[in-house]
């Protein structure tokens, strides 16, 4: 299977468990009179359309090459990330405010009954969080992996939203709001985990360099193609699951054009071979000193 089915059906998995769990949520803090599970709902909710998006681009970002976008639609994919990170932070931003409200707001205690429901749904999205992390680390996808932090940060508000409920309880009347300050404490870190995922997809458009692990694999495996003496100036852009190289490498300077040629094919066709994550590869033939 390759990378992007991979992260395509890995966000089909998504979509139907932020389903499952928003509707669970919703319900039970309707009904469990807990404001930190019904904003952990809407955290949740954001978390399906963030997953559509997410979809959507990892399937643009899939189409080939073409006269107009050369070097593919990968970049579609951080443009994407941008969209899903603001999803987070605007539901950060209305559960924070939701929470301000009801804090100096008389309600009811949460019901004991909510525990129960949330302690399975943070084992879960747990459990997705490390599934699809894995899978974006596997695919080298930037959506992706914004799509994992989702599940976290989902898991983060529930433990938030477990602990304001438990001091309520607790302590009884007189803490109703624990439950409201444990979901404006959840709003920081989603905040925060949105910075964590718009950090390298802005990275991503601007050509930051920051791959010089695959720059010194990259060196590596060209110096064993015969012909090849050295390598010196490697660039490297990332679009989507694929890096684009740019790489200088050194030949004897008294070869033919043509045999220098042939060279520069046979070390991009090696290097497409032994590190399949490398989409273009440009090789700028340079004589030896």
């Not at 991979?6 to 009904?31: L, M, Q, V």
């Not at 438990?166 to 007189?174: E, P, R, V």
């Not at 959840?186 to 695959?214: G, K, Q």
Request: proline fraction near 3%.
């Amino acid at each position: 299977m390759t990378n992007e089915a991979t992260a395509i059906r890995t966000t089909y998995f998504s979509i139907i468990g932020n389903t499952c769990i928003a509707i669970i949520k919703g319900i039970a803090g309707i009904f469990g009179n807990s404001f930190a599970l019904f904003a952990d709902a809407i955290e949740s909710l954001t978390d399906i359309f963030a997953s559509i998006l997410v979809l959507f681009g990892l399937k643009y970002a899939n189409r080939p090459a073409d006269k107009n976008h050369p070097y593919g639609h990968g970049r579609a994919e951080p443009l994407i990330t941008f969209l899903v990170v603001g999803f987070l932070v605007t539901s950060a931003t209305i559960i924070a405010y939701e929470s301000i409200i009801n804090i100096g707001t008389q309600h009811e205690l949460p019901k004991l009954w909510t525990l129960f429901v949330l302690g399975p749904l943070i084992i879960w999205k747990e459990i997705s969080y490390r599934l699809v992390i894995k899978k974006a680390m596997e695919t080298n996808s930037s959506s992706l992996k914004a799509d994992a932090w989702h599940h976290r940060s989902d898991a983060i508000t529930s433990i938030a939203a477990f602990i304001g409920i438990s001091i309520a309880l607790y302590f009884g009347k007189g803490y109703e709001s624990a439950d409201d300050w444990a979901a404006l404490l959840a709003a920081v870190f989603i905040f925060y985990n949105s910075y964590l995922i718009f950090r390298p997809a802005l990275s991503e458009i601007m050509d930051e360099h920051v791959h010089d692990e695959l720059i010194e694999k990259i060196r590596n495996v060209s110096i064993k193609v015969d012909g090849v003496l050295d390598t010196e100036k490697c660039f490297i852009r990332k679009a989507g699951m694929k890096y684009h190289v740019d790489l200088h490498a050194i030949v004897d300077g008294n070869i033919t054009v043509k045999i220098g040629h042939e060279i520069a094919h046979n070390l991009k066709d090696t290097l497409r071979k032994d590190i399949p994550q490398l989409g273009h590869v440009l090789i700028h033939v340079e004589p030896n000193k």
